[in-house]
């Protein structure tokens, strides 16, 4: 039986026997990653021009992810330890390919391995009980 409890801002999903605490935080971040997506899409095609720095923004991010992923020893604290420090590397892979999609002017592509990236995120969390 599935049941949601609402204790000090952080949800606690329960199925039978097995529970798992979500801060609302990362909610927010699943949306402002979905409205990233649709934002890319709706100014690429706005202005084609504007790839470069869409492309620049998604590169810098997939850098910065590889660069915490190698530099960070994981004691950083936000809110919480980060549960998905070993995950970094493939974010950040995943936001460089999809920068040099874009800049190649493969919007359908880069937009479809920033939804990966998304979705692996669920999926991560959820089933990994992280």
Known sequence: MWYVDYNLF?????????????H????????IRFAM?????????LKKNYKKY?????FLMGFGFIYKAIYSSNNEIQIDTVFWHETRYLHGVLYLLSSVYIYKNNLNMGSLILLIDLVFSVFYRVLLNK
């Open 37 to 45: 997506i649709f934002l890319i899409r709706f100014i690429y095609k």
């Open 24 to 31: 609302p935080l990362w909610f927010l971040c699943i949306f």
């Open 54 to 58: 869409i492309s620049l923004i998604l």
């Open 10 to 22: 952080i949800l606690k999903l329960k199925y039978n026997d097995i529970s798992m605490n979500i």
